[in-house]
């Protein structure tokens, strides 16, 4: 069960369940790479933590290349992006039938404020402390367990954080590796994007969502939204991705869904069974 207070690797230097890499050493200057991974694994903002990896979903993005083959320029919406490493295979596949590739996540970054050696991270919508990190400590909001006293401490740490004002340093959740390809290339867009609103850019010809639209993040009413926003973000013919890593094994799942000359969308492949819930969509 996930505990809502977990020992801070800085502190606790041995190799044990429940100790996470210190959150505070992303915000470090000159992090590299490796380094960076490690960290934005450990953010977790209302539901969803940021955790992500390089090529973590080899077989969807083989699929997504042999079904878009026969065109010639390709436009990629990628949603709950993280930190955007993931999309980097897929980029590099596309190669030079690459249009444009919208690598987006609800919060590109966030404020953070130190007070008193407590590092406190706030969702910069609600302006609510969603994760603190003390020397010993990281402090998470929305992880109840079955521990009283534990959630108690957390709530108590969370609620006293310092007021968000103008005091505040951002933390970027963007992976060097793109920041520096974004520089270079101008296909590469990155911008934060809410499943739950309309997209606001130009229709796309492919959609990937991984390891975000599925029942532990959100209910049945929330998925539909968001599905119905990503539909009509589709050119005709254009294919919508869901795809996840399982938890128990880290087993890619996917479903590929095409849209319809009716604006239907009819599922056209999965993999290894595909994703675990239904859904009825006209656009
Ligand atoms: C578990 S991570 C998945 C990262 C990446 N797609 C992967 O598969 O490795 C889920 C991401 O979804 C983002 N997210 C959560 N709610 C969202 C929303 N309403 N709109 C867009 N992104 C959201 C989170 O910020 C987080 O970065």
Redesign the pocket.
């Known amino acids: 069960m996930p505990l809502p207070i977990k020992l801070n690797k800085s502190f606790f230097k041995i190799r044990f369940p429940g100790i996470v890499p210190d959150p505070r050493l992303i915000t470090k200057q000159n992090i590299d790479e490796f380094d960076f991974e490690k960290y934005i694994n450990t ?1 977790k ?9 390089k090529n ?2 080899p077989l969807t993005d083989k699929s997504i290349i042999d079904l878009t083959i026969n065109k010639k320029k390709i436009s990629v919406l ?6 955007g ?2 999309s980097l295979d897929l980029i590099k596949n596309l190669s030079n039938r690459l249009e444009n590739y919208f690598i ?4 590109l970054n966030i404020p953070f404020i130190t007070e008193n050696r407590i590092t406190y991270f706030y969702n910069p919508t609600t302006k609510r402390c969603i994760m603190a990190t003390s020397d010993r400590f990281v402090f998470y909001d929305s992880l109840e367990s079955r521990f009283v006293f534990l959630n108690k401490i957390c709530n108590n740490i969370l609620k006293n954080s310092p007021k968000l004002d103008e005091n505040f340093r951002k933390l970027d ?1 963007l992976h060097p590796i793109i920041t520096k390809m974004k520089e270079g290339d101008s296909r590469i867009k990155t911008l ?6 309309k997209w606001f850019l130009e229709k796309v010809d492919v959609i ?5 639209l599925n029942k532990s ?2 209910d049945d009413k929330q998925l539909n939204q ?1 599905l119905k926003n990503l539909s009509k973000s589709l050119n005709p013919e254009g294919i919508l991705v869901i ?3 399982r938890s128990s094994n880290d087993q890619e799942i996917a479903s590929f869904f095409k849209l319809d000359k009716n604006k239907n969308l009819s599922l056209i492949k999965e993999i290894n069974g595909g994703i675990d819930f239904k859904f009825t969509l006209k656009s």
């Open positions: 953010f903002i209302d539901q969803t933590f940021k955790i992500t990896q973590r979903q990628e949603v709950g992006s993280s930190c490493v993931n987006t996540d609800l919060f959740f934060e994007y809410n499943i739950f609103d990937k969502s991984a390891n975000i993040y959100f968001a795809t996840r890593n």
